[in-house]
Antibody
Framework: QVTLKESGPGILQPSQTLSLTCTFS??????????VGWIRQPSGKGLEWLAN???????YYNPSLKNRLTISKDTSNNQAFLKITNVDTADTATYYC????????????WGQGVMVTVSS | DIMMTQSPLSVAVTPGESASISCRSS???????????LSWYLQRPEKSPQLLIY???NLASGVSDRFSGSGSGTDFTLKISKVETEDVGIYYC?????????FGAGTKLELK
């Protein structure tokens, strides 16, 4: 059974760095072809893809935020991470992680999401 | 970036009737490997998006066969037959052909 769960700080101030963790089970990021992505959704708005990390540590970022994003993984503990630097109120959103794969080239399992508020 | 345009942005359907949602991409989503990287998701109220259909017309595991997808190239359609209460939510198309993956704006389905 595949599950993913996001965790984060809840609230942070403008200019700080947002650190998010995705803890998953039912698959491994050391398995060929597996990947995890991050997607966010401001309240009442649409979905925006942020970044992917793959089993071979290949990484892809949304160019609209590329300079602010860093994605990483801890294969031993079945976790993926996303950092967003220099946040502002526009980064207030629910952040999701989801599984993706080379043979499954779409997000097939999603976490429940974690709400993050940027406020002074 | 590939732009995904959905229509309509909202639709109200009588339970038991059908609904169709259109999605158009600014670039063909057909890869040279023959696969078209277009998927559909449903986000029920206060829930995470749920995969409905992948690669135009393949039903995800556990998804009702009242959902069907069709199309090719740049034009795609999601059809929901015999709409039920549990179908209420926002439907998104998304392209996985290239990064950045991009989502349509969403179509809100409500019941009459």
């Amino acid at each position: 059974q595949v599950t993913l769960k996001e965790s984060g700080p809840g609230i942070l101030q403008p200019s700080q760095t947002l650190s998010l963790t995705c803890t998953f089970s039912g698959f491994s990021l050391s398995t060929y072809g597996m990947g995890v992505g991050w997607i966010r959704q401001p309240s009442g708005k649409g979905l925006e893809w942020l970044a992917n990390i793959w089993w071979d540590d290949d990484k892809y970022y949304n160019p609209s935020l590329k300079n602010r994003l860093t994605i990483s993984k801890d294969t031993s503990n079945n976790q993926a991470f996303l950092k967003i630097t220099n946040v502002d109120t526009a980064d207030t959103a629910t952040y999701y992680c989801a599984r993706i794969g080379i043979r499954v080239p779409y997000f097939d399992y999603w976490g429940q999401g974690v709400m993050v508020t940027v406020s002074s | 970036d590939i732009m995904m345009t959905q229509s309509p942005l909202s639709v109200a359907v009588t339970p038991g009737e059908s609904a169709s949602i259109s999605c158009r991409s600014s670039k063909s989503l057909l890869h040279s490997n023959g696969i078209t990287y277009l998927s559909w998701y449903l986000q029920r109220p206060e829930k995470s998006p749920q995969l409905l259909i992948y690669q135009i017309s393949n039903l995800a595991s556990g998804v009702s066969d009242r959902f069907s997808g069709s199309g090719s190239g740049t034009d795609f359609t999601l059809k929901i037959s015999k709409v039920e209460t549990e179908d209420v939510g926002i439907y998104y198309c998304v392209q996985f052909l290239e990064v950045p993956y991009t989502f349509g704006a969403g179509t809100k389905l409500e019941l009459k």
